[in-house]
């Protein structure tokens, strides 16, 4: 069962991760990231610092993301593992759409194809959301931001990341980010864990 972990930057998610490695530890999870799970995310690293080229940059967070299913969710998946991935396709598909326009054509479409007949749909997104105040409050604690890290970028960046959830509501779970540390990753860890119940059923049907 493949889940992922999309949001704007700001909303939290390195702490939600931190509480599910916990509350999960029994489900033995593989815990993986996009971008840096191989070492193709040095150069989309190296690309996002430089601010070299969006084309650049958005081809290489796609070979990321096929070497991370090579290597890490393909393999996990096979073997009938729980892939937990901070991070993934909505990431490409709501950012990069963003970092495009004006670049390109049809940056989503242009994006989603590239993905198309090869990478894998997660069963579960969980949607980080919370107000882009809030978020960039949250962010300038931190040093060393990235250029996507504006208000003008993560609001259209959120926007895109609604409008799929609308789009696919049986996949997102549009989560509050601003609901208190323990109860959200509560939430979040009690969702994951009756999908995994209920996946191991259907199995066994
Ligand atoms: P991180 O902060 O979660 O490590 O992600 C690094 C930045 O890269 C973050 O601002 C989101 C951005 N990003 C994209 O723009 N496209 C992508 O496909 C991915 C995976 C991340």
């Given at each position: 069962m493949l889940v992922t972990l999309e949001?704007?930057?700001?909303?939290?998610?390195?702490?939600?991760?931190?509480?599910?490695?916990?509350k999960?530890?029994?489900l033995e999870p593989v815990f993986t990231r996009e971008p840096g799970a191989t070492w193709v995310g040095e150069s989309v690293r190296r690309a996002i610092a430089e601010q070299i080229d969006p084309i650049t940059e958005a081809?290489?967070?796609?070979?990321?993301?096929?070497?991370?299913?090579?290597?890490?969710?393909?393999?996990?998946?096979?073997d009938n593992k729980l892939v937990i991935s901070d991070r993934y396709s909505d990431s490409r598909f709501a950012y990069q759409?963003?970092?495009?326009?004006?670049?390109?054509?049809?940056?989503?479409?242009?994006?989603?194809?590239?993905?198309?007949?090869?990478?894998?749909?997660?069963d579960k997104t969980f949607l980080l959301a919370i107000p882009v105040d809030d978020a960039l409050e949250r962010l300038a604690e931190k040093s060393g931001?990235?250029?996507?890290?504006?208000?003008?970028?993560?609001?259209?960046?959120?926007?895109?990341?609604?409008?799929?959830?609308?789009a696919e509501p049986g996949r997102f779970v549009v989560v509050d980010a601003l609901m208190e540390k323990?109860?959200?990753?509560?939430?979040?860890?009690?969702?994951?864990?009756?999908?995994?119940?209920?996946?191991?059923k259907q199995k066994r049907k």
């Open positions: 949001g704007i930057d700001g909303t939290g998610k390195s702490t939600l991760l931190m509480a599910l490695r916990e999960l530890a029994d081809t290489l967070f796609v070979a990321d993301h096929a070497a991370h299913l090579a290597t890490v969710v393909r393999p996990a998946l096979r759409s963003v970092t495009l326009e004006g670049v390109i054509p049809e940056p989503e479409g242009w994006l989603r194809a590239m993905h198309n007949g090869w990478s894998i749909v997660p931001r990235e250029h996507f890290e504006r208000r003008e970028i993560l609001e259209k960046v959120q926007d895109r990341y609604l409008a799929f959830a609308r323990e109860e959200l990753a509560g939430f979040v860890a009690d969702a994951i864990r009756q999908m995994v119940a209920h996946g191991r």
